[in-house]
């Protein structure tokens, strides 16, 4: 940045460009702070409440604005310039949202590991995901309409539209009325790990909280049993694999 600039209007277009990402930046990390705090006061529920409420109004809001001085329109609550793109590009464009958002995942990990330690980080991964996979839930629910208690086709259909689904190979097998089996057949994290001749990253411990609170979020009924995550050993097939059922 240019030195010595008191006020932020006399930057040149590019450090002006770089403080706009900067307040977008701020903007998210100040919303998240708000509901890590109504969360903190009141509990999960009510502040899933407060989320819905506060999501929709403050993102309608920022549209607006930005769409007046961006000149683009609405359409149907989203912005018309990227529901008009081609549906190749706005698949592509979907996977490289999960991809950053996975990068980013990787990049908190490796921050906290390199100035605390393998353990700190693990545990900080570990209690991130307690916080991050219920609240996904949450979110797929709220976007798909899933009713309160949606069942294992609720799970199944759930888990499809998770971020890993974006980026990640997942099937379903063994399913019966009760109970089925969801492998994680080709894990991008893994995949690159194998590739460079590494050993499985022992992902277990964030994997039973991950999944466990995903599966009761979308019903707090569904049991999760872990069939195995490294540093299980496993088949060629899958890096992972989770029973989920519902007992009669």
Request: net charge negative.
């Amino acid at each position: 940045m240019t030195k010595n600039v008191n006020n932020p209007n006399d930057l040149d277009n590019r450090e002006i460009a770089s403080l706009i990402i900067d307040f977008f930046h701020r903007t998210m990390m100040h919303h998240a702070m708000w509901y890590a705090e109504v969360q903190h006061q009141f509990g999960r529920e009510k502040a899933q409440e407060v989320l819905k409420n506060a999501y929709k109004s403050s993102f309608a809001i920022q549209k607006k604005r930005l769409g007046k001085v961006l000149g683009f329109e609405l359409e149907d609550d989203v912005p018309k310039p990227l529901a008009d793109l081609p549906k190749e590009k706005l698949l592509e464009l979907k996977e490289a949202v999960a991809v950053n958002w996975l990068a980013t995942d990787g990049v908190w990990f490796q921050s906290v590991e390199f100035t605390r330690g393998m353990f700190d980080a693990k545990r900080c991964n570990d209690t991130t995901w307690a916080h991050f996979s219920p609240f996904e839930a949450w979110s797929i629910k709220e976007f798909l309409g899933l009713p309160e208690k949606p069942g294992l086709e609720g799970l199944k259909e759930a888990l499809n539209y998770r971020l890993y689904g974006a980026v990640n190979k997942q099937s379903f097998t063994e399913e019966t009325e009760n109970s089925f089996v969801f492998q994680m057949n080709d894990c991008r994290v893994q995949s690159a790990r194998k590739r460079k001749g590494l050993d499985d990253y022992p992902c277990k411990s964030g994997g039973l909280v991950e999944y466990t609170t995903f599966a009761e979020a979308i019903d707090s009924r569904i049991k999760t049993e872990c069939i195995g995550c490294p540093p299980d050993p496993h088949p060629e097939e899958w890096y992972c694999a989770w029973r989920f059922s519902i007992e009669e």
